[in-house]
């Protein structure tokens, strides 16, 4: 019987590590191969090489098989024929499989034996290791295709202007607060010409000095960061500003200027809406430009946007489009994602990125949502067999009253839940893990579906698919727009497809525009596509989805 202190001092020998190999001499490295018995055999310098010797009997397609790596065994072969039928000496460079499940880079040169009558009898082969070489090589091609596959910028410029988009010119509006005081300069640029936006930007450009720097805030809105100035300096600059473009033919601009310090307790964000409502301002008042020497009191903020979000949902300033999703298996539009799109009095509907940015941060969101939500119910009343996709934010999802009003509106308007797919972002699950884990489990029991929008494009995306019951993910469509002619992406696509599949989760691709780039997403398995091949986003006309 084996005592317990016996068992404790017990060990399992240690794992023997691979052998170094030694250096051979090149000229020593060879084999033969012969057709009369099927029969090969190497130098010593080659078994060494290679770990051991060629078993007795061991036929030479299972030693292909074993000591050629199993990615170049179709390039060993090929060699290996071209030499037999071509007569002539043949070189590839392969890699060799070690016995202990290492391997390196061989160049080898293939020379065929021949018979008295003139027949192929067989092969030799010399070898010369060059792993530093090849393993040289692969470097430069790895470091190679990294710099072509790793975009240059965290933030694209916008492609309309080649400015700063909003996200990047706040990062440089919180680095100029750190550091100095300084002014904020948003104008609205409003005209006829199709072309005036970026029109007015290479104006500016030719305006402003080297050390300032320009952005594009909004739909029509430009922005002008006029750092480590001091205010009376940012009065006169920004007055001479919309003096001259208010002189261009068909400009009609507006100003706004917030001045700013370092000790201040407004954020870049709050500064952009301050600007924005200067402007506004101005544009109510028929003046050129408002001058705020003071940004505006927290509460006072919130509560102004507040009141414009509601005077925007009581005038019917927002509204709501479709985009159609086909189905691959049907070769059905089967559902339909609605896209909220706010009306400008000037320039139509305009994407609300920036209102609902601004809405969230300012806690204003959740009255927005909760208008998409309801109109969402009258449409899958009025269509009971289309599927309808809603888009929440952040905040909204981790708001206990929102579950409750998606039960309430429900029953009002006898909808079938299974009608319904909220996505949801990544961004949302971040910030509002557990509310969002509430809300997720809720609105399943209630017969509803959840997705994960623009699915890739977070740091912790595939942790998700565990931690929430997702029934679909979108796949981000930055990877599908060159799918075709991209690698990469097609190598990344397809793997999240594959790990949807095996979580049991539907895929949708987004941005699918032509033949070739649908073609390639049904072989690799998606379930959904959706973009300009299938449908662009059209206003939504009651009774009109199907």
């Known amino acids: 019987m084996t005592v317990p202190e016996e068992r404790e001092r017990w060990a399992p020998p240690a794992a023997s590590l691979p052998e170094p190999r030694p250096p051979v001499e090149d000229r020593a490295a060879w084999f033969s191969y012969t057709t009369a018995n099927d029969q090969i055999v190497w130098s010593a310098a080659l078994s060494a090489m290679l770990g051991r010797a060629p078993a007795a009997g061991e036929m030479t397609r299972q030693i292909l098989a074993r000591y050629v790596h199993r990615d170049d065994l179709a390039a060993a072969l090929g060699a290996i024929t071209e030499a037999w039928t071509s007569r002539a000496t043949v070189r590839a460079t392969v890699r060799l499989m070690r016995h202990d499940g ?33 393993r040289a090589r692969r470097e430069d091609v790895r470091l190679t295709r990294r710099g072509e596959t790793v975009q240059t910028s965290l933030v694209d410029p916008d492609p309309a202007t080649g400015l700063l988009t909003r996200a990047r010119f706040a990062d440089e509006i919180d680095r100029a607060l750190r550091n100095a005081s300084g002014a904020l300069l948003v104008l609205r640029v409003q005209g006829e010409e199709p072309d005036l936006l970026n029109r007015t930007a290479r104006r500016l450009e030719d305006l402003i000095g080297p050390d300032q720097l320009l952005g594009r805030v909004g739909t029509n809105e430009l922005a002008v960061l006029l750092a480590a100035c001091n205010w009376a300096s940012a009065r ?21 200027l917030v001045r700013f310090r ?51 949902l009581g005038t019917d300033r927002f509204t709501l489009y479709s985009q159609p999703i086909l189905e691959l298996q049907t070769n059905r539009v089967t559902r339909h994602e609605l896209l909220l799109r706010v009306l400008d009095e000037a320039d139509g509907p305009q994407s609300p990125t920036q209102v609902l940015d601004t809405a969230e941060r300012l806690d204003a969101v959740f009255d927005i949502d909760l208008w998409v939500v309801e109109r969402a119910m009258k449409l899958a009343a009025e269509q009971p ?33 299974e009608q319904l797919t909220f996505e949801i972002t990544e961004t949302a699950l971040i910030g509002n893990l557990s509310e969002a884990r509430r ?21 912790a995306s595939f942790r998700y698919l ?17 799918l075709v002619d991209n690698p990469q992406d097609q190598v990344l696509v397809r793997a999240l497809v594959q790990v949807c599949q095996a979580y049991g989760i539907h895929t949708v691709a987004e941005f699918v525009q032509d033949e070739a780039t649908l073609r390639m997403l049904r072989e690799f398995g998606v379930d959904y596509v959706q973009g300009y091949l299938i449908g662009r986003p059209s206003p939504v006309v009651p009774g009109g989805l199907l």
């Open 466 to 482: 565990r931690l929430f019951p997702i029934d679909l993910v979108k796949i981000d469509g930055e990877y599908v727009v060159d």
């Open 236 to 256: 006169k600059q920004a007055g001479a500003l919309v003096e001259a473009l208010r002189g261009d033919s068909g400009a009609r601009v507006w100003g706004g």
């Open 262 to 312: 370092p000790d201040g307790e407004a954020g870049s964000h709050d500064l952009l809406i301050d600007a924005e409502q200067a402007w506004r301002q101005s544009r109510e008042a028929d003046c050129p430009i408002t001058l705020v020497a003071h940004p505006v009191p927290a509460r006072d903020r919130q509560g102004s946007y507040r009141n414009r979000v509601a005077d925007a």
């Open 102 to 134: 290492g391997w390196f880079d061989v160049d080898c040169r293939l020379e065929p034996m021949m018979s008295p009558d003139g027949t192929v009898r067989g092969l030799r082969g010399t070898v010369r290791d060059v792993t530093d070489r090849e």
């Open 439 to 459: 809300f997720a489990d809720r609105i399943r029991d209630l017969g509803c579906s959840l997705a994960l929008d623009d699915f890739g494009s977070g740091y």
């Open 385 to 417: 067999g289309m599927g309808l996709q809603i888009n929440l934010s952040g905040r909204s999802v981790g708001d206990p009253r929102l579950t409750a009003e998606v039960e309430r509106l429900l029953t009002q308007y006898g909808v079938n839940p």
